[in-house]
């Protein structure tokens, strides 16, 4: 929406029924991203906030540094330094984690049905182009966790869109997993290489369904990731034999080799290298009784 639809001053009365409530807001530009950063804060000149992750003392009064500036208070958001930003906003922000939530953002029709038959259903907010999931609790913020899907909790920024519909459950495993497997940008040499996520596009003959595979994936994945310091691909192994072992039954194609890449990514994520941890799956799998082509790179 923009200042032609509301009256100046619409986006500021937003943010204060939100600082009622505890949430810390920010102004956002009509482009819908953060306001930048003034001259002295500049190229993070200033050394940057306390409270974000390369820890510095910048006392900027004004709504610099995105998610770092959202205030829950008053005085903050209706001061000078920030009436400039209100009168030029185009939308109200707010900092998940810090209200003491996490939004799974799903950008398109195709991630919004795989949160669907995935994720448990938690309060939902309609977007422009899909929907916010709104859960109980925080967790690490990453985007592109799967195609059009991005985490909004700690140190990130989400657009207010109405209060949404549904009762708000307690974060679940399915999504804190989701951020241990997610191969970053610019990954080095010992990273996983980027593997197809599972979906029934590749397991036409499974006779599970998607959420059920997935959630047995999900909670495996976290089995793995959960080891960082040793034993991840003694896990990888056993999450893979008793992946395998659940479609011994199905007529097949079941995209076992896609759910051993997952667990590799996984494995590799906390140190593991690929080799070893393909191998280990590739165990697994054979050790279940499932016929599965490698997990190996080529």
């Not at 923009?2 to 009622?20: F, I």
């Not at 499974?206 to 960082?228: F, I, N, P, Q, S």
């Amino acid at each position: 929406m923009t200042n032609d639809q509301y009256p100046v001053g619409e986006y500021l009365r937003q943010a204060l029924e939100l600082v009622k409530l505890g949430v810390p807001v920010l102004p956002l530009r009509e482009g819908k991203g953060p306001f930048g950063n003034c001259d002295a804060c500049a190229k993070n000149d200033c050394g940057g906030r306390p409270n974000m992750k390369s820890a510095g003392t910048c006392a900027c009064p004004r709504p610099c540094h995105a998610w770092a500036a959202a205030s829950s208070s008053v005085d903050v958001v209706t001061s000078a330094a920030w009436a400039a930003a209100w009168r030029q906003a185009g939308a109200v922000a707010y900092h998940p984690g810090g209200a003491g939530v996490t939004v799974v953002d799903l950008d398109n029709a195709d991630a919004v049905s795989w949160a669907q038959d995935t994720l448990p259903a938690t309060r939902t907010v309609a977007t422009t182009r899909g929907e916010h999931w709104i859960y109980l609790g925080t967790m690490q913020s990453s985007n592109g966790v799967r195609p059009g899907v991005d985490i909004k909790s700690l140190m990130a920024y989400a657009r207010w869109l109405g209060p949404g519909v549904g009762e708000m459950i307690r974060l679940p495993e399915t999504v804190t997993a989701l951020p241990r497997y997610v191969v970053p940008v610019g990954t080095v040499a010992s990273s996983p290489m980027p593997r197809a996520a599972w979906t029934r596009a590749v397991a036409s003959g499974c006779r599970h369904t998607e959420r059920y595979v997935r959630t047995g994936l999900d909670k495996g994945v976290a089995m793995v990731t959960g080891h960082r310091e040793q034993g991840a691909a003694s896990q990888a192994f056993g999450v893979a034999r008793f992946l395998g072992s659940l479609h011994q039954e199905c007529p097949g194609p079941c995209g076992l080799e896609t759910l051993g890449g997952e667990i590799v990514q996984a494995a590799v994520s906390v140190g593991v290298p690929e080799t070893y941890a393909a191998r280990a799956v590739d165990r697994g799998f054979a050790e279940s009784g499932s016929v599965v082509p490698s997990t190996q790179m080529a």
